[in-house]
């Protein structure tokens, strides 16, 4: 499983900050590997089934956008969210992510 994390905009975007954050679980080790693969599969079904999140009325003009591109078992999956609509699940993977990743 690889997954890639992609952020846009923000106030003061700098182009240094925005380079993707990629986590491949072939290069963690065996049983970080299991653990995240497990959870990201988990929240990989929840988010495929549940409708985005809407954006807010007050959403905020500099407001982050998050891209997620989950490569897993041939398929390749999106997600997109943002700072003002953004599901819990959503936040979780994000998480992950930028826990276990590198730029």
């Known amino acids: ?5 992609v952020t846009e ?3 003061a975007a700098l182009p240094g900050l925005q380079k993707p954050v990629v986590l491949d679980c072939a290069l963690l080790p065996a049983d970080v590997a299991v653990d995240v693969t497990a959870q990201c599969n988990e929240l990989v079904r929840e988010l495929a ?18 891209t997620v591109t989950v490569e897993a078992d041939g398929r390749t999956s999106s997600f997109t969210a ?3 609509a953004m599901s819990a699940a959503f936040r979780h993977l994000l998480d992950l992510v930028r826990s276990h990743g590198r730029r």
Not at 1 to 5: A, K, N, S, T, V
Not at 58 to 63: C, G
Request: proline share 10%; glycine share 6%.
């Open 1 to 5: 499983m690889r997954i890639e994390l």
């Open 9 to 11: 905009g923000g106030f």
């Open 82 to 84: 943002s700072d003002t």
């Open 49 to 66: 089934a549940a409708p985005p999140a809407a954006a807010t009325p007050t959403a905020l003009r500099d407001a982050r956008r998050y």
